[in-house]
């Protein structure tokens, strides 16, 4: 199993470019997620998804846009990148929540830097 | 609300000290809980996690952590840190929400001297 993967490793854009960020596990997992991580602030949650087609909000959704077409791939999209959404961005995946929550898997991380 | 608070944002201790990193929680039902390891420029790994039963739960690489649900803490430790022991450490709480929502903490930066 490769896991959680995210592409690309690396990526500078700048003010008002659009991207998408890559995610996808190979781990059956309903539940994904996507967390920004930012100095002195921990990981703070953008968007989840509890499966194929349903996707719902996180702490700080604005200026991303996620869907859900497959159970493997779960990709963010920065409709106009601002200066303010350089950070690091991680994905993550694990069971849906049932009698007990599941750990999350992560992958390596996107880090990206908007000029 | 949930929430969890990681008190200490920087740690320093000598190779070979024992280590105590804390963790409180706010979760109004049973909590499950989590402790996460993340070195320089990787991915979070799991350490350890805790869903109910035994209070003292191991987890890899030699840590433990203690559940005190009158503390509402879940503190990481560790008898005897190594020089690759030093990492950002996270403390999560898993929500019985919508999903598998985790609430993270701060975190904690461990710098280990030799």
């Known amino acids: 199993n490769a896991g959680v993967t995210q592409t690309p490793k690396f990526q500078v854009l700048k003010t008002g470019q659009s991207m998408t960020l890559q995610c996808a596990q190979d781990m059956n997992h309903e539940y994904m997620s996507w967390y920004r991580q930012d100095p002195g602030m921990g990981l703070r949650l953008i968007h989840y998804s509890v499966g194929a087609g349903i996707t719902d909000q996180g702490e700080v959704p604005n200026g991303y846009n996620v869907s859900r077409s497959t159970t493997e791939d779960f990709p963010l999209r920065l409709l106009s990148a601002a200066p303010s959404q350089t950070s690091v961005y991680f994905c993550a995946s694990s069971y849906k929540f049932g009698q007990v929550a599941y750990e999350q898997y992560f992958g390596p991380g996107t880090r990206l830097t908007v000029t | ?114």
């Not at chain 2, 503390?71 to 005897?80: A, D, I």
């Not at chain 2, 950002?88 to 919508?98: D, H, I, L, Q, S």
């Open chain 2, 1 to 114: 609300a949930q929430s969890v608070t990681q008190p200490d944002i920087h740690i320093t201790v000598s190779e070979g000290a024992s280590l105590e990193l804390r963790c409180n929680y706010s979760y109004g039902a049973t909590p499950y809980l989590f402790w996460y390891v993340q070195s320089p420029g990787q991915g979070l790994q799991l350490l350890l996690k805790y869903f109910s039963g035994d209070t003292l739960v191991q987890g890899i690489k030699g840590f433990e952590a203690e559940f005190k649900r009158s503390q509402s803490s879940f503190n990481l430790r560790k008898p005897s840190v190594h020089w690759s022991d030093a990492a950002e450490y996270f403390c999560a709480v898993g929500a019985r929400g919508t999903g598998n929502q985790f609430y993270f903490g701060t975190g904690t930066s461990l710098t280990v001297i030799p």
